[in-house]
T-cell receptor
Framework: AQKITQTQPGMFVQEKEAVTLDCTYDTSDQSYGLFWYKQPSSGEMIFLIYQGSYDEQNATEGRYSLNFQKARKSANLVISASQLGDSAMYFCAMREEETSGSRLTFGEGTQLTVNP | GAGVSQSPSNKVTEKGKDVELRCDPISGHTALYWYRQSLGQGLEFLIYFQGNSAPDKSGLPSDRFSAERTGGSVSTLTIQRTQQEDSAVYLC????????????FGPGTRLTVT
C-alpha cells in the first residue's frame, strides 16, 4: 500500500482564490510528522509546512495551512489567496519516527497551476 | 549562508560507466540525505547519514549504488555500471540534526544514462 497518496495529479485555481491539495497517509506509527514541499520548475525543493502527529492545532505558515484530520489520516494543504508564483509541483511527505527514523516518504505530487 | 550544493548539475554518461555525484551540505549540519526523483515522480529515499553513526542504506536500490561521507561533511554517491533506469535527478538534503523538522535540499544532479 502507498504510504502517501496524492490523488490530484493536476489542479487549477484562479489567482486570489483558495485551493486545497489532498494528501492521505498510511502508518502504524504513533509518532510521525507530515510535511509539504513545493517544487517550482527550477527543481529546488522548498519546505512549506510541518505537522506533528501529536500537534492538536493545525499548522499554519503565512498563506499555507495544513488541515490535519488524524482519524481520517489526511493532511491536506490549503493555500489561501493564490498567487501566480504558487504555480509549482507540491509534494506531501511523511516521517515515521518509530519505524523509519528521519527519512521522508513522498507522494507523487500535485501540479498546481494558478491562472490570472 | 551558503545552502546545500551539488555537483555536477548535469551528467550524461554511457550505459555501463561509473558515475560519482557530490553533495556539500550546509556547514554544521550533521544529517545528510540522498533522494532520487525519476521523471514526473515523487522523491525516493536512498541513504541517510547522521554524524558518526552507521548510515541507513535501506533505500539503495541495488549493490551498484554506494555512498560515503568523509569527515562528517561532503558526501559522494557512486553508481557503478550505470543502467538506463538510473536516469533521474539525484537530490541531496541536510539538516541540523537527524530529528530536525526541515531538510534543506540542494539543486540536484540530473543524470542521464544513454
Amino acid at each position: 500500500a502507498q504510504k502517501i497518496t496524492q490523488t490530484q495529479p493536476g489542479m487549477f485555481v484562479q489567482e486570489k482564490e483558495a485551493v486545497t491539495l489532498d494528501c492521505t497517509y498510511d502508518t502504524s506509527d504513533q509518532s510521525y510528522g507530515l510535511f509539504w514541499y513545493k517544487q517550482p520548475s527550477s527543481g529546488e525543493m522548498i519546505f512549506l509546512i510541518y505537522q506533528g502527529s501529536y500537534d492538536e492545532q493545525n499548522a499554519t505558515e503565512g498563506r499555507y495551512s495544513l488541515n490535519f484530520q488524524k482519524a481520517r489520516k489526511s493532511a491536506n494543504l490549503v493555500i489561501s489567496a493564490s498567487q501566480l508564483g504558487d504555480s509549482a509541483m507540491y509534494f506531501c511527505a511523511m516521517r515515521e519516527e518509530e519505524t523509519s527514523g528521519s527519512r521522508l516518504t513522498f507522494g507523487e505530487g500535485t501540479q498546481l497551476t494558478v491562472n490570472p | 549562508g551558503a545552502g546545500v550544493s551539488q555537483s555536477p548539475s548535469n551528467k550524461v554518461t554511457e550505459k555501463g560507466k561509473d558515475v560519482e555525484l557530490r553533495c556539500d551540505p550546509i556547514s554544521g549540519h550533521t544529517a545528510l540525505y540522498w533522494y532520487r526523483q525519476s521523471l514526473g515522480q515523487g522523491l525516493e529515499f536512498l541513504i541517510y547519514f547522521q554524524g558518526n553513526s552507521a548510515p541507513d542504506k535501506s533505500g539503495l536500490p541495488s549493490d551498484r549504488f554506494s555512498a560515503e561521507r568523509t569527515g562528517g561533511s561532503v558526501s559522494t554517491l557512486t553508481i557503478q555500471r550505470t543502467q538506463q533506469e538510473d536516469s533521474a535527478v539525484y537530490l541531496c538534503a541536510s539538516s541540523s540534526r537527524g530529528g530536525a523538522i526541515e531538510q534543506y535540499f540542494g539543486p540536484g544532479t540530473r543524470l542521464t544514462v544513454t
